[in-house]
Nanobody, 124 residues
Framework: VQLQASGGGLVQAGASLRLSCAASEHIGSSYSIGWFRQAPGKEREFVAAIRWRDGGTYYSDSIKGRFTMSRDKAKNSVYLQMNSLKPEDTAVYYC??????????????????WGRGTQVTVSS
């Protein structure tokens, strides 16, 4: 499955953005879709993930309460609603698909298919 992330942009602190990740084909029920981000000079960091089967979500502590992940099974797409953005949220955001489980959902190695990232820049 190929993934395509979109929706990034340049915003001011406190603003909102909605990222989308569209899959090229049906996503299997055993899969999870994860959002990761990578800032310049830093390692890729887990942001959020969703179980395709039942929509269960997982969030990193750094964004909990500000970001919400959802999915649209009919469109084979997931979304990341980002509110109250901070300058430290600036990064390239990537979506990945894989058979992640609870113990591995925050690990990039659990995801086998990745899309091109979308840049999010938050100015202070």
């Amino acid at each position: 499955v190929q993934l395509q992330a979109s929706g990034g942009g340049l915003v001011q602190a406190g603003a909102s953005l909605r990222l989308s990740c569209a899959a090229s084909e049906h996503i299997g029920s055993s899969y999870s879709i994860g959002w990761f981000r990578q800032a310049p000079g830093k390692e890729r960091e887990f942001v959020a993930a969703i179980r395709w089967r039942d929509g269960g979500t997982y969030y990193s502590d750094s964004i909990k309460g500000r970001f919400t992940m959802s999915r649209d099974k009919a469109k084979n797409s997931v979304y990341l609603q980002m509110n109250s953005l901070k300058p430290e949220d600036t990064a390239v955001y990537y979506c990945g698909a894989g058979r992640a489980i609870l113990s591995t959902v925050s690990m990039s190695s659990a995801y086998t298919n990745w899309g091109r990232g979308t840049q999010v820049t938050v100015s202070s």
